[in-house]
């Protein structure tokens, strides 16, 4: 399994953008890049996926460089609802294993 | 938009107990999973279901823990003669051909 190395917090204000950067050196070949949002007392929220570049979705926008040893996750112009904790996780597609793991991810705290 | 369905939200259970909690993952998926998080920790990965048969399964998961997925619908976690240490949210998960794994809201277990 890829080692996953994210910040354990940051804060931001609200109306600023939000960029969280996930190290992930050994990802393999196979292996895609998948960010989930968790707000408290509820389950993980699939955001964005990719493997490789940009993906771009009405939430979020997801940054790989050709490496792909990291990955950043970029949130627009984040509100106050946005705070929560945000996993990256590199999901494993081969040989039928797919095992979604989650590290401490990252709390966001957005500010008035 | 689809959703993976839990029940119940809460359940209270005297330690020693057996407990079912129930799921109702997306109906073309093909994975499935259980995980816990316990207050304040991370999302732990429990055991993966696929082509009606435990796939993976990590250490937590010991002989006190069963999956079943009884009929074409539900995706059951049986936790036998529980402990106070089992208290904990418990998520059910499915995912289909892509990277995406869908969470439930989550089952909260209290066991006094």
């Not at chain 1, 292996?31 to 979020?60: C, H, L, M």
């Not at chain 2, 059951?76 to 809201?105: H, N, P, V, W």
Request: aromatic share 12%; glycine share 6%; hydrophobic share 35%.
């Amino acid at each position: 399994l890829a080692k996953i190395t994210q910040p354990i917090s940051m804060d931001s204000y609200e109306g600023q953008e939000v960029n969280i950067t996930c190290s992930h050196n050994n990802i393999a070949t196979n292996d895609y890049i998948t960010w989930y949002q968790q707000f408290p007392s509820q389950g993980p929220r699939f955001i964005i996926q990719g493997y490789k570049t940009k993906v771009t979705n009405e939430v979020a926008s997801l940054f790989i460089p050709a490496d792909r040893k990291s990955s950043t996750l970029s949130l627009p112009r984040v509100s106050l609802s946005d705070t929560a904790v945000y996993y990256c996780l590199v999901v494993p597609i081969s040989g039928g294993s797919y095992i979604p793991t989650f590290g401490r991810g990252t709390s966001l705290i957005v500010h008035p | 938009e689809p959703e993976v369905t839990q029940t119940p939200s809460h359940q209270v259970t005297q330690m020693g107990q057996e407990v079912i909690l129930r799921c109702v993952p997306i109906s073309n998926h093909l994975y499935f999973y259980w995980y816990r998080q316990i207050l304040g920790q991370k999302v732990e990965f429990l055991v993966s279901f696929y082509n009606n048969e435990i796939s993976e399964k990590s250490e937590i998961f010991d002989d006190q823990f069963s999956v079943e997925r009884p009929d074409g619908s539900n995706f059951t976690l049986k936790i036998r003669s529980t402990k106070l240490e089992d208290s904990a949210m418990y998520f059910c998960a499915s995912m289909g051909t892509r990277a995406e794994a869908f969470f439930g809201q989550g089952t909260r277990l209290t066991v006094v």
